[in-house]
């Protein structure tokens, strides 16, 4: 597990996916379309047809994270094919974890183990959501990296190896759309042929917890930049926490699946 897994920039191009352009700048909208269908729900195409743990589908039959403010270890997994998702290990697929998220490569913090199997977070709502894959068919790989938003100081720390490497005052969540908190991972990296308010948008692993959607997206919170410094240190976003440009640079060479942790 020596092997990094990829970084955040240049995963996803949009140059040639209008869609894609659209999931974009709806996801920095922090928000984005009706969620996807629910575990407990018939899904479309058939009974035997699983939902998929992406960040627009619900997956409602699968455990909490029981440590929403542990740090882990940084060990990742990213899935060669899509693999089945249990509530425990051994028990009946509930879901389906694919091997792609947003065209980009599928790598989600393992927050426990167990012999044959590892319990991962999900990008799925409820925040938090997690379940079993089997080890078998799995990438392992660990990040050095990790990153801690505070949501009182409104601060964003970027740490390496354990060591503080930068941090920037931020915009986060206003009272009424604010910021969720607990552990989550960096999901994607999507970049606009032709940015509006920012070069690259960094979606994680979490949603707002006050709106179901968001300019037709699944309200899937992002870290991503923002034109004026002003905003900076201050409760102003849908959700999204908006970061200087040094500091979405850095953010850009942070590895897919790294922890992100979000505090009060």
């Known amino acids: 597990m020596s092997d990094e897994p990829p970084r955040a920039a240049g995963r996803t191009a949009l140059t040639a996916a209008p869609a894609l352009l659209v999931t974009a700048l709806l996801v920095t909208g922090c928000g984005g379309g009706g969620k996807g269908p629910s575990a407990g729900a018939t899904p479309a195409g058939g009974l035997d047809k699983l939902p998929q743990a992406t960040t627009y589908t619900t997956l409602d039959d699968l455990p909490k994270d029981d440590a929403p403010s542990a740090k882990g270890d940084g060990t990742v997994v ?17 879901a389906e974890l694919p091997s792609t998220q947003l065209k980009g490569p599928t790598w989600v913090p393992v927050v426990e183990s167990r012999p044959g199997w590892r319990r991962v977070l999900l990008p799925s709502r409820p925040n938090g959501v997690t379940g079993w894959i089997p080890d078998a068919g799995l ?41 969720p908190t607990g552990r989550t991972f960096l999901l994607a990296s999507l970049a606009p042929e032709k940015p509006t308010y920012s070069p690259l948008i960094l979606p994680v692993g979490a949603h707002s917890a006050t709106l179901d959607s968001f300019g037709g997206g699944p309200g899937t919170v992002a870290f991503h930049g923002w034109p004026t410094r002003s905003v900076f ?19 850009a060479k942070v590895p897919l699946g790294t922890p992100v942790l979000i505090t009060d």
Request: proline share 9%; with cysteine; hydrophobic share 35%.
């Open 139 to 179: 990438k392992a790989a660990r990040s050095s990296s990790s990153v801690n938003v505070d949501l009182g100081d409104r601060k964003m720390t970027l740490f390496q190896g354990g060591r503080q490497v930068g941090s920037w005052s931020v915009a986060v969540g206003a009272p009424k759309t604010p910021t």
């Open 78 to 94: 990213h899935p060669h094919d899509t693999v089945p998702v249990s509530a425990k290990p051994g028990a009946p697929a509930v």
């Open 233 to 251: 240190g201050k409760a102003v976003t849908h959700g999204c926490v908006r970061v200087p440009a040094d500091a979405l640079k850095r953010l």
